[in-house]
Structures are given as C-alpha cells and as structure tokens.
C-alpha cells in the first residue's frame, strides 16, 4: 500500500491501458479519479475491488473547461491530485495530404493540448502538498515515425517534450514528470490493425505475429498491467530521480 493517502487522476480510464494503470496504483493503495466515455460502472467497481474510494468524471478531454471541472472535482472530493497520468488518446491513419484537418485537429487536442491543460490544472495542488507524480503515456510513436500517423507521431513526440520542459520546471520539488513510450499494446485500435489483415486473409494467429513483426522484435505485446507497474514504480521513492525520462517499453522496437 505504498501510494495509500494519495489520489490518483488517469484520463481514458475506463478500458483498456489507462484502466490497467488505474488498476495497479488501486492495489498500490490510491485513491482514483476515472475518466472516459461510456458506462464506468465496470472500471469502477474493478478498482474498488482493492478497498479504495473511485469516481468518476466524464470529461471530454478536447475541452479545456471539461478538464478543469474534472480537476476541481478530484480536488473537492480528496483534497487534490496526487498523482496524474494523461492517457487519453485517439488515433487516425492517412498520408498528409488526404489527413482530414478536423482530425489533426481532435488528435492534437486529446493526444496533446490535453496534457498540457491536465499538468497546468494539477500542479498548484502538487506543489501546495509538496509532492507530484506525472505520467504522460507517450508512444513510441514519441520517439520514431511512421507512415500514415502525422497527427499521433506529432502529438507523441509533443508530449515527450513537454514532460522535458515540466521535470525541469519542477526538478528542484518533490515533483517528477516523466514519460511512457510503450509499443503495441493489444487495444481496439491495434485489434483494427489485425482484423484488417485478417481481412485480406490472414488467420488470427498470423495475422497477430505480422503485425508484431513489422515493429516489435520481441513478439509479444505490451500489458496495461506492465505499463501499471512501471507507473506505480515511478511513483515510488526509489524513481525520485528518475525526470523528464521518455521510458521505452516496446519489445525492442526503438532499439533498432
């Protein structure tokens, strides 16, 4: 129970990766602030499985006003956000010149500007109770590029560098800011991706291991629950010095 006393805010938390994440710091002992559209009974009730408090706040993460009310919440009901891990993303594929603008422009908006207004809304709570985890879920898209992804790839490769600038801005508090940049985790959005070779037929299995093999060495996916780890770690008095960090987790495929 290393985080008990402390609260944590996942955006996108109600499936998938941020709901591993919210998971694991629920069992670490933190109480949670979930976000994210569709029903969050499920979420809810997953992390208060482990005895902590959660809610829950809707908040379209697009919109500076939604966010700020979702923080305002988390602070009414547990004094401030302790920890917050900006998750929330969404994903387009086109090549630049067929790239729909309001697309760039709502990737850039959840994937990035989201970031930016979570981080500015939470840090006076942090610095009032002398202490702050912040966790951006980059990609390793943060980090490479690849063809069809101009949004995401800059929207990632923005978050990584402003983690750079808010760990800096806080390196001499009790205030860390540090970056994921995990590969292939087996979300919707990657499932897409392999049921559209499926498609062109493929059988699953072959299908899963094309799909890994044309970025992941490794062969396996990235968890929800490995990424939780990580972020509890970084949570921790052992990664207090761990800042600005733009933290690989991806079977290799950056390594190359």
Request: glycine share 10%; hydrophobic share 50%.
């Amino acid at each position: 129970m290393q985080l008990h006393g402390k609260t944590a805010l996942v955006t996108g938390s109600t499936s998938g990766i941020g709901l591993g994440i919210a998971t694991v710091l629920a069992q670490a002992g933190a109480s949670l602030v979930l976000n994210g559209f569709g029903d969050p009974a499920p979420a809810l009730r997953a992390v208060q499985a482990h005895g902590v408090q959660a809610i829950h706040h809707p908040a379209d993460v697009s919109e500076p006003g939604e966010i700020a009310a979702m923080v305002a919440l988390a602070e009414a009901t547990f004094g401030a956000v302790d920890i917050l891990v900006n998750n929330a993303g969404i994903q387009h594929v086109a090549s630049v010149e067929h790239f729909p603008v309001e697309r760039w422009d709502a990737i850039i908006a959840i994937n990035l500007s989201s970031v930016f207004h979570a981080t500015r809304l939470c840090l006076p709570g942090m610095k009032a109770r002398g202490w702050g985890r912040i966790v951006n879920i980059a990609s390793a898209h943060g980090l490479v590029g690849s063809v069809g992804k101009a949004a995401y790839v800059a929207a990632k490769h923005g978050v990584v560098g402003l983690t750079k600038v808010v760990a800096l801005e806080t390196a001499e508090l009790n205030i860390t800011c540090n970056a994921l940049c995990p590969g292939f985790v087996l979300t919707p959005l990657v499932q897409q991706q392999i049921d559209t070779r499926i498609a062109q037929g493929l059988s699953p299995e072959a299908a899963t291991q094309a799909l890994l093999a044309d970025k992941q060495p490794s062969l396996e996916f990235v968890t929800p629950e490995q990424l939780g780890e990580l972020v509890s770690f970084l949570c921790s008095e052992a990664a207090r010095q761990v800042r600005g960090a733009a933290w690989s987790m991806d079977g290799g495929w950056t390594a190359g």
